[in-house]
């Protein structure tokens, strides 16, 4: 039994070693195969990167509908609607808003700007007072979902399967989407309180796809050319923030000027939020499970070399293998230190980048891209903030993702990593370092840093923690990890989002964003020292990186003899290896046929 059980264990391995190495071996760049596997995926970040970004186009808007700032109201229109003055809570404390303190000084402007103004078209130019707990919870209620999603889909995608669970984020984003759309309350808080919680529940659906979309990339993909398709996946974000921009854009101009078009305006860019994963779904649906998963988590090697090698049934019957729990005190000892690498790196990242997001309204007023809140309507707010960000990301944010998909398998993973972290970080002391000269007399270059530095995340650490931790770790924990350290990264962000802009907004508004660039300044640094411990998998297999084969030998096998498989690369015939124990005694076949 012990010589037969080696045997087979051995059989087995050299099965799986020929199936994978087939796969590896269709190397072409322009594989179909791997292409629809980047529409699929990709489909999905598409969606994620959209439905991330709008709502930072769309928040002011909302707050001008749902609280409006009631200074710029007149007192007559304020005491007819019963709201005479606010009070809201904000981070330096509550603040008292008196109903019409600057209508005055409005009415001067309509007169000057805008002459034969209505009541209305005054109203219109009111810009959002939304109370901060609301305008946080609505900036990051997403990514807190998304946090959750990535930890328990990344598991699910290890437990029950990369297709079904690619599949259920999908279903999930589409249905948040839609419903993200008809938000409704009795009051401004019940309309904010349900939005809130639709996005929560799109954020488990981009959540999961983080992992899942890297993990099937990773393994559809051979080792000639899984950075490059890896990265592709993750740069359809660059996708995502162009659609959302030109939407928004498109959107401001249907909707100026017509009855209500403030809230339709908002509601209908987030419910084409569900366009990009209802062009994916069928295919996610029909897309079959990875070889690699089928292998080395399910143990179906003998069904993968059917229909690989082209193994008769019988045979493919005889090599199932059953599987074994995995042991994560064995994988935290082999991989623990990988594991911190990315988790810890892609955490300080998301800090920063998310920070920068947190003050582009004030870079782009300092370029002139965005007029003073009070000057514009609603919907030409959204027109310019739109506008401006399609700037910073055709110039930057965009280009940056796809000179990682040009340069990855030329230069590697990590040495795009350290060289962004060295960047991001020389970058961001500029501007800390020289902020209010920058901002007063060099405008040019103010923002020409601030692009690099979006440019440089983006080739370099934002696309890299994506990629690494779809290749470093075994197939029963590759879901897993990546969901592990992706949830790290949305934690960053939640940080970058809250404390980041408590702080920017201290009541000196320059020594608070002066103060957050040299914090970031720091995180960008504290990232490059944690890429040490990441090792570079540029060129090897998932296999080899991640031990597979090893692993796979532990698998118990269900029935059968060793025996030769015949597909189209040839036969396997394993021989008895030597042993030099003595041949067991013959067992008894009590109550056995």
């Known amino acids: 039994a012990t010589i037969a059980s080696h045997h087979r ?75 005479p003055n606010t009070t809201y809570h904000t981070s330096s404390g509550d603040v008292h808003h008196v109903c019409a303190t600057k209508w005055s000084s409005q009415i001067k402007w309509l007169n000057a700007n805008q002459p034969g103004w209505t009541l209305n078209d005054a109203l219109m130019h009111a810009p959002k007072d939304m109370p901060t707990n609301s305008d946080y919870a609505l900036k990051s209620v997403a990514l807190i979902g998304t946090l959750v999603g990535q930890l328990s889909f990344g598991r699910l995608g290890d437990l029950l399967g990369r297709k079904a669970m690619h599949t259920a984020t999908m279903i999930i984003m589409i249905v948040a989407a839609l419903c993200s759309a008809m938000s409704y309350g009795t009051n401004p808080d019940g309309v904010i309180g349900t939005l809130c919680f639709w996005r929560f529940l799109l954020g488990l659906g981009i959540g999961g796809n983080y992992p899942l979309s890297a993990t099937v990339m990773s393994e559809t993909a051979t080792a000639k050319t899984r950075g490059t398709y890896v990265a592709a996946v993750f740069a359809c974000q660059g996708l995502g923030y162009l659609i959302a921009g030109t939407v928004c854009l498109i959107l401001s101009k249907i909707w100026d000027g017509k009855e209500d078009g403030r809230d339709f305006l908002w509601r209908t860019a987030l419910a084409l939020g569900c366009a990009p994963p209802i062009a994916t779904l069928w295919q996610r649906m029909v897309q079959p499970e990875t070889e ?43 991989f623990g230190w990988p594991l911190f690498g990315c988790a810890s790196t892609w955490f ?41 960000q399609l700037i910073i990301a055709l110039g930057s944010t965009i280009p940056g993702y796809w000179f990682t998909v040009a340069t990855v398998e030329l230069m590697g993973r990590i040495p795009i990593q350290v060289m962004g972290f060295v960047l991001m970080t020389t970058f961001m002391g500029i501007l800390a370092g020289m902020y209010n000269e920058l901002k007063t007399n060099q405008v ?13 995340s983006n080739w370099g650490p934002n696309s890299t923690t994506y990629i690494l931790p779809s290749e470093l770790f075994p197939a029963r924990f590759r879901s897993s990890a990546h969901g592990f350290c992706a949830a790290w990264g949305k934690a960053g962000a939640i940080i970058g989002v809250f404390g980041f802009g408590i702080l920017k907004d201290t009541p000196n508004t320059n020594d608070g964003l002066n103060t957050a660039l040299w914090l970031l300044v720091a995180t960008n640094f504290l990232g490059l020292i944690c890429t040490y411990p990441i090792p570079e998998p540029k060129g090897k297999t998932l296999e080899d990186i991640g031990e597979d084969l090893e692993d796979l030998s532990g698998m118990h096998s269900l029935a059968g003899e060793p025996s030769k498989v015949k597909g189209d690369l040839g036969t396997i015939d394993v021989q008895p290896e030597p042993v030099t124990q003595s041949a067991p005694a013959p067992v008894p076949t009590i109550g056995m046929a």
């Open 444 to 456: 040019s270059n103010f923002i020409a840093l601030y692009a690099l530095t979006f440019f440089f």
């Open 9 to 83: 264990e051995t059989e087995e391995r050299e099965v799986a070693k020929k199936v994978l190495g087939k796969i590896e071996n269709e190397d072409k760049w322009f594989d179909w195969k791997q292409i629809k596997c980047v529409f699929t995926s990709g489909g999905g970040f598409t969606a994620d990167a959209y439905d991330l970004f709008i709502i930072s186009l769309l928040t002011a808007l909302i707050g001008r509908v749902y609280y409006p700032d009631v200074r710029y109201y007149p007192d007559y229109y304020c005491q007819a609607i019963g709201w």
């Open 348 to 388: 300080l990242l998301d800090i920063a980048y998310y920070s920068q997001n947190m003050f582009q309204s004030d870079v782009f007023t300092i370029a002139g891209w965005l007029p003073a809140a009070a000057t514009m309507k609603g919907v030409d707010e959204v027109y310019w903030t739109s506008r401006a």
């Open 292 to 334: 690699r998963y089928e292998i080395m988590v399910k143990g179906e090697v003998g069904k993968v070399a059917h229909d690989v090698l082209g193994a008769s049934e019988e045979e493919a019957k005889r090599l199932q293998v059953k599987k074994k729990p995995p042991s994560w005190s064995k994988f935290l000892s082999r």
